[in-house]
């Protein structure tokens, strides 16, 4: 090993930042360490709770969260090199402000030393394992993302953003049909003013909630609930749409064709009712989506069965492919599935995907049926024929009707970059 090898492995930095999990019930559930670098900190910042929590033992400077948030961060970055504490609800790093420094500090300049999430003091009062619980921050967050997580039997911690939390929280439950569900509303937990209250989601009715609050949800759904399978190919009569919508069975299969892996984005060319969308984000919480839709009705309608699904991260871009395009992330994956004959909008869609990135195109016209076997010519890939038939009355018997058949064109973008030129 080399001199400038030897000094890229040389002595960590020593960490001058200490993020200390702090519960209600303040000093009392600090352990040695902690309180002895809270007491040697020149600044310490927090939330003013956490602050009037740890007040005792703050010898130097207290500051504040400031309006907007990022300006604390640049704050805590500005003391780089002095003895510095943030403190912070239970731990750290699950939704808390240890993710958020972590992406501008290196890990070796921060000590952490978290104390019981509110899921895990949850858990411990209800009993719940928490690898068989599904745990959700709704802390600043919309309500909506619950609804792909509402199946009979589960059972979820859902962090809230206020007082206002647990009421919404049943009444989202009994729109979907889940108004049998029971809600334990944790408040305080690890203080003195900690309260355990269980409701039916129909019969809620609890006031003077404090506003720092958990929900376990046991879910039971009534009948006609409004369930969302986890296979790919969700029935299409869950979608609000105007008969544009990539039909049941064969979404299922450009959704396998599309293969989403962890954190990607897809691109949804002429989206229609969002249907491809909403289920690649519904695939995986680490996944986004682009909806690109020219008519304004069907993009309103997208708007909406992004909330119903419980996706309402997705973006929708408003406009006509191409040039709705322009400017846009580079994606993992693309979908065309209306327009994709327009002049202009295949070429752009090549180019702009990802060296390895997948492109699925479902051809029902003529047109672009050619256009995609004159693609398949020149840049090889797969090409697949959907035929489908269901069955229906014929007179007063039954027969077999087909539908119109899908021909299917999927290509993986070479990593060569000069390979991916000659598109």
């Not at 105007?242 to 039909?247: E, F, H, S």
């Not at 991260?313 to 992330?329: F, H, N, R, T, Y």
């Amino acid at each position: 090993m080399d001199d400038a090898q030897f000094s890229a492995v040389s002595e960590p930095p020593m960490p001058w930042l200490t993020i200390l999990g702090i519960g209600e019930d303040g000093l009392a559930g600090l352990g040695t360490e902690a309180k002895l670098r809270l007491k040697a900190a020149a600044l310490v910042f927090g939330g003013t709770r956490h602050l009037a929590l740890a007040a005792p033992m703050i010898t130097g400077a207290a500051q504040p969260w400031l309006s907007p948030f990022s300006r604390s961060i640049e704050a805590v970055l500005a003391a780089r090199g002095r003895p510095t504490v943030v403190l912070a609800s239970g731990d750290p790093f699950l939704y808390g402000v240890g993710a958020t420094l972590s992406r501008h500090l290196d890990a070796r300049a921060m000590r952490t030393i978290p104390a019981p999430s509110a899921f895990s003091l949850a858990a411990a009062r209800l009993g719940w394992p928490l690898q068989e619980t599904i745990c959700l921050s709704l802390h600043g967050r919309p309500l909506d993302l619950l609804r792909p997580h509402l199946h009979p039997g589960a059972r979820i911690l859902a962090l809230t953003s206020d007082e206002k939390g647990p009421t919404a929280l049943a009444g989202l439950l009994v729109d979907l049909g889940f108004g049998g569900s029971t809600v334990t509303v944790l408040e305080a937990m690890g203080g003195d003013a900690e309260r355990l209250t269980r409701h039916r989601a129909d019969a809620f009715a609890l006031k003077d909630i404090a506003a720092l609050n958990l929900c376990a949800v046991e879910v039971v759904a009534d009948a006609g609930a409004r369930v969302l399978p986890f296979t790919p190919g969700l029935a299409d009569s869950l979608f609000e749409h105007d008969g544009q919508i990539t039909k049941q069975a064969v979404r299922a299969l450009t959704l396998s064709a599309l293969a989403p892996r962890y954190g990607e984005l897809l691109w949804d060319v002429g989206a229609g009712s969002g249907s491809i969308a909403i289920e690649w984000m519904l695939a995986d919480p680490s996944l986004s989506a682009i909806a690109i839709e020219a008519d304004a009705a069907r993009a309103e309608r997208i708007g909406r069965n992004a909330i119903a699904f419980g996706v309402p991260g997705l973006k929708l871009v408003p406009g006509q492919a191409p040039s709705a395009l322009e400017g846009l992330e580079p994606p993992h994956a693309i979908f065309i599935g209306g327009g994709g004959s327009e002049p202009g909008v295949m070429p752009t869609a090549l180019a702009a995907l990802r060296p390895g990135g997948r492109l699925v195109a479902n051809a029902v016209t003529i047109e672009m049926e050619r256009l995609l076997l004159d693609h398949h010519a020149r840049l090889g890939g797969s090409l697949t024929r959907i035929a489908l038939s269901s069955a229906s009355p014929i007179g007063g018997m039954t027969g077999w009707r087909p539908a119109m058949p899908i021909t299917q064109w999927v290509w993986t973008k070479p990593d060569d970059q000069t390979a991916a030129i000659r598109v």
